[in-house]
């Protein structure tokens, strides 16, 4: 008995050992796969933002960029918070840490979106000037080529440059209608694309550009009036929602000097780190939330 009792333990080990081995392999695999995705959607996605903002660098060199500031954050922030309390905490220093490698890896992208949406704004503000400028050009007996290259002469940044690419296409061969729309695609401007289809429709029904140019260059300008008058009645919203999402982690972080004890026993425990977890999703998603309320689209 004790024989086959052995013998019935060493194979429900190797079984055992078998069974961990096969699951590490299924781990391993997902993971490798799960990220080499991950990955290649990332790249993707970072090459057709630096195309919009005219950036020269490879969508390798963000990944990078954003797994150097994840460590560095990891790090940093996880050994802050160990140096700051009394005893040191791995628990507390993992989750702290690991969020703030979160933060940091997502930062590069947030840093390209907003330059994208600057980018944009500034094209918005120059479009007016430029359709009177075209309408100018079109009263004094240019055609519309030259109209445009009128635009691409001033020399400002970034309607002087898409300008530029357009008239770069108009010479290479590509239809004057469909360059237009590539333009208007890759910029990504609703007012753009209002002036594209008025343009296109004026060029096949033999309409008069002059004025149509100077009709939509009023309807931009009160656009922007009253998106101006928009954003400063909601400025206070926008206000309480980057007061509301901070309050909680300034109190927490208050709460950790004055009362450290209190707050180890707290950070060191399953429960209070999924309670710190819960209540960060929470206060996420109430100022993504606000932030939806107070984005009102003219």
């Known amino acids: 008995m004790n024989y086959v009792a052995d013998h019935l333990y060493l194979l429900a080990s190797i079984s055992a050992g078998l069974c961990a081995l096969f ?5 391993v695999e997902f993971v490798s796969y799960t990220s080499a995705r991950y990955r290649e959607r990332f790249l993707a996605e970072a090459a057709v933002e630096l195309d919009d903002v005219l950036l020269q660098l490879p969508p390798s060199r963000i990944f990078d960029l954003s797994i150097a500031l994840a460590v560095a954050a990891f790090i940093l922030f996880g050994g802050l918070s160990s140096f700051l309390s009394t005893e040191v905490n791995w628990l507390r220093t993992v989750v702290i840490g690991t969020v703030s490698a979160v933060v940091a890896f997502l930062g590069p992208r947030f ?45 400002r940044h970034p ?45 096949q029904t033999g309409g008069e550009l002059t004025s149509i140019l100077e009709e939509l260059s009023g309807v931009i300008r ?12 909601t400025a206070q919203g926008r206000m309480q929602a980057w007061l509301i999402a901070s309050v909680p982690f300034v ?14 026993e707290f950070l060191g425990s399953a429960v209070g780190v999924v309670v710190l977890v819960a209540v960060t999703v929470m206060v996420v998603s109430g100022f993504l939330w606000i932030r939806k309320i107070t984005t009102i689209d003219v």
Do not use: H
């Open 23 to 27: 699951a590490t392999f299924v781990i």
């Open 111 to 155: 840093y390209l979106r907003a330059l994208k949406k600057q980018r944009l704004a500034k094209f918005n503000e120059q479009l007016e000037d430029a359709l009177i400028s075209m309408s100018s050009a079109l009263k004094a007996g240019f055609s519309i080529t030259q109209a445009l290259e009128n635009v691409a002469s001033e020399k």
């Open 159 to 203: 309607i002087s440059f898409e300008f530029t690419l357009l008239l770069q296409e108009l010479r290479l061969g590509v239809q004057f209608d469909t360059a237009l729309r590539k333009m208007a695609d890759r910029i990504g401007s609703q007012d753009f694309e209002l002036v594209a289809v008025a343009i296109i429709t004026a060029r």
């Open 222 to 233: 009160e656009r922007m009036r009253i998106m101006q008058r928009v954003r400063a009645l």
């Open 251 to 264: 109190l927490l972080f208050a709460m950790t000097r004055l009362a450290p004890d209190l707050m180890d």
